[in-house]
């Protein structure tokens, strides 16, 4: 019977050396190959092996001579071998009680001699042999087993490298993770960077308009009192006028006036005031009643009493926000197509700014080609399926295909530097979005369509 191989001392701690190699059933390497076949040469056996014990097996990394890659540890020369801390020789297998009725020397590969250098680690721990191996009984010269043992501290060396080189690689490999994900916050923090920049261009900007919104409400009440005090005065003025008029009419009228008022009928040009106050009065009149509805239209369009959504007429924001405009729109024909519009719940002010930047982005347009045609704004509403839909219509200079892909981008404008930042489209886009509609902006043939779509019960989105 075949006697059990001995098991070291130290078995726990050497199998765990011999997986920090991760070497066990990797591919053959030239570099353990060449080892192998030197050994052969110099000990001068048809078979050489670099033999590593598992738990249960002896494993081959390289082999000359043989086709197997492993056998059972229960049957291995090299695990007598790692027990010593010299080279293991077996002259005549035969003769040693050990091995004589070991199968691999009763069977194939009838081995008869057998001579192992132990593969020592820095550490001490002994992970398997550099061995050869004859079919015959045979000794090795001092010089072949010096030579085998050089060579069995090179197969070593090759591991440590071998190891250290696999250690790096994994560090290349985690470097480049962290890397990838450094650079993946990176590209993260710089989108956030840039949301956070656009969060707050967007808020200053809509504080900028609620801080005009209170100025514009408090002009308006500023300007409101001495407004209704002129308004209210002027009829009164120009009744108690027309008194004064009839009265010196009578006073030209008799027959013997004095000296002294015909002097005076001359030096005033009594018929010209007669005929010049009234109208004067008219135009001052009108200028009043301009004013008024200029006060009026700044009301309505700032809101500020309306901050939450409630109902409002469409037409009467648009319609004021034309008369802000209308010192820009003297040379620019508007057309206005109303539809039978209900009352729409809604934020006012916010859609009245809307309906600002919109609309002055058309004169804008229409501006740059009154050279070449008569300018011209159409302002349309429709109702249909349960939506509102305002359209801007102008026959300014348009835009093409790269624009309107960048057109709701904060930021994005194709104004010279000084004519605004790029954030009116950019605001109106989250406004109307805000009220569960949309804003789309068409080029035409000639100019640009502003559609703005509302459903008359909004959806919101936060």
């Keep these: ?9 130290n078995e726990v701690e050497r199998l765990a050396a011999l997986q920090r190699y991760n070497i066990l059933d990797t591919l053959p390497e030239e570099t353990y190959d060449e080892l192998t076949s030197l050994a052969a040469y110099i000990c001068g056996t048809p078979i050489a092996l670099i033999s590593l014990v598992d738990a249960n097996r002896q494993w ?3 082999k000359i001579g043989i086709e197997t890659s492993e056998t059972s540890r229960d049957l291995a020369f090299c695990a007598h071998a790692i ?3 010299t080279p293991l020789v077996v002259p005549n297998t035969h003769e040693d009680e050990r091995f004589a009725n070991n199968p691999l020397v009763v069977d194939e590969p009838n081995i008869q001699f057998y001579a192992g250098t132990p593969l020592v680690t820095p550490d001490g721990f002994a992970l398997g042999t550099l061995c ?5 009984p045979k000794n090795l010269s001092t010089e072949q087993l010096k030579a085998l043992q050089t060579l069995g501290r090179e197969v070593i060396t090759q591991l440590e490298l071998r190891k250290h080189v696999s250690t790096l690689s994994e560090n290349i490999i985690e470097r480049q993770k962290v890397e990838e994900s450094l650079r993946e916050s990176n590209q993260q923090l710089q989108q956030t960077v840039a949301e956070l920049k656009n969060t707050q261009a967007q808020l200053i900007h809509s504080e900028k308009m609620s801080s005009l919104g209170q100025l514009v409400a408090g002009i308006a009440h500023e300007m409101n009192n001495p407004i209704n005090f002129i308004c209210g005065n002027i009829g009164y003025i120009h ?3 027309l008194e004064i008029l009839e009265l010196l009419k009578l006073y030209q009228d008799e027959s013997d006036p004095s000296d002294k008022i015909k002097t005076k009928v001359k030096e005033i040009d009594l018929e010209f005031l007669v005929g010049d106050l009234p ?3 008219s135009s001052v009149k009108k200028g009043a009643e301009r004013i008024n509805q200029i006060v009026l239209s700044l009301r309505n369009f700032s809101r500020l009493d309306e901050a939450k959504k409630k109902e409002s007429d469409l037409h009467e924001g648009l319609d004021n926000t034309l008369l802000l405009l209308q010192h820009r729109l003297k040379h620019i024909h508007i057309k206005r197509e109303y539809d039978d519009l209900p009352m729409l719940d809604c934020n006012a002010s916010q859609l009245n700014q809307v309906f600002m930047s919109i609309i002055t982005n058309a004169i804008d347009a229409v501006e740059g080609v009154m050279q070449e045609r008569s300018p011209e704004i159409t302002i349309r509403t429709e109702l249909s399926d349960r939506a509102i839909a305002v359209k801007v219509i102008d026959n300014g200079v348009g835009i093409n295909q790269e624009v309107q892909n960048s057109i709701f981008d904060p930021f994005f404008t194709t104004k010279p530097v000084g004519k605004g930042v790029g954030l009116g489209l950019s605001v109106s886009y989250n406004i109307v979005r805000e009220h569960g509609g949309e804003l789309q902006v068409v080029p035409r043939e000639v100019g640009t369509e502003c559609i703005i779509k509302l459903p008359i019960s909004p959806i919101s989105h936060d």
Excluded: C, G, W
């Design 279 to 281: 109208n004067t009065l």
């Design 60 to 62: 081959f990394k390289s």
């Design 132 to 136: 050869v191996i004859d079919r015959t």
């Design 239 to 241: 009744a108690q006028l």
């Design 83 to 85: 027990l010593q801390s």
């Design 1 to 9: 019977m075949h006697s059990k191989t001995p098991i070291p001392a």
